[in-house]
T-cell receptor, first 114, second 115 residues
Framework: AQTVTQSQPEMSVQEAETVTLSCTYD???????LFWYKQPPSRQMILVIR??????QNATENRFSVNFQKAAKSFSLKISDSQLGDAAMYFC???????????FGGGTRLMVKP | DAGVIQSPRHEVTEMGQEVTLRCKPI?????LFWYRQTMMRGLELLIY????????DSGMPEDRFSAKMPNASFSTLKIQPSEPRDSAVYFC?????????????FGPGTRLTVL
């Protein structure tokens, strides 16, 4: 079974600075998909960014980008120019190619200091 | 689009009572998922449907839990009888498979408290 590990329970960043959240996963598959979801205090799960494993280019969405290291099974999220609204729980998730089920990591709570 | 709609947003009930959570997926989506989120176990998939048919219910904790999807625009998750350990946030998500790939969009969740 696949597992997803987020080793940082909490992270803190100064407003306008850059922060990187870590995620590692374990799989024997070669083709899969990875996601970062944001969960603010409202509890809504919001898709931040996604990456297809067959793509070598790292995904980017405005201030959010990933560092996908397939050999190392690492999928970190970089948030540039952090804003107060970025404060939330962030979940890394894995989906294999055969099914539709997401496996989530335990989450990282990001605090943004003004 | 209105997004995934869940009701109620909050539910407080007493042990032994029946609880029904409701979900309306995004129009045109053909997959629907039910998740449970607790501090102890994090986010875990309970069951998912494809074209209204249950595909995998291996995450349903026990027979007290049941889920139905009578049509493409409505699903329910029922707990009968409810127990305090069922207290959690329950999320519904939907997706549309395109080119072998889909992205799940989540509803706002239902916070269930069983006293």
């Amino acid at each position: 079974a696949q597992t997803v590990t987020q080793s940082q329970p909490e992270m803190s960043v100064q407003e306008a600075e850059t922060v990187t959240l870590s995620c590692t996963y374990d799989t024997s598959e070669s083709d899969y998909y990875l996601f970062w979801y944001k969960q603010p205090p409202s509890r809504q799960m919001i898709l931040v960014i996604r990456q297809e494993a067959y793509k070598q280019q790292n995904a980017t969405e405005n201030r959010f980008s990933v560092n996908f290291q397939k050999a190392a099974k690492s999928f970190s999220l970089k948030i540039s120019d952090s804003q107060l609204g970025d404060a939330a729980m962030y979940f890394c998730a894995y989906r294999n190619n055969a099914g539709n089920m997401l496996t989530f990591g335990g989450g990282t709570r990001l605090m943004v200091k003004p | 689009d209105a997004g995934v709609i869940q009701s109620p947003r909050h539910e407080v009930t007493e042990m032994g009572q029946e609880v029904t959570l409701r979900c309306k997926p995004i129009s045109g989506h053909d997959y629907l998922f039910w998740y449970r989120q607790t501090m102890m176990r994090g986010l875990e998939l309970l069951i998912y449907f494809n074209n209204n048919v249950p595909i995998d219910d291996s995450g349903m904790p026990e027979d007290r839990f049941s889920a139905k999807m009578p049509n493409a625009s409505f699903s329910t998750l029922k707990i009968q009888p409810s127990e305090p350990r069922d207290s959690a946030v329950y999320f519904c998500a939907s997706s549309f498979l395109r080119g072998g790939f889909d992205t799940q969009y989540f509803g706002p969740g239902t916070r269930l408290t069983v006293l």
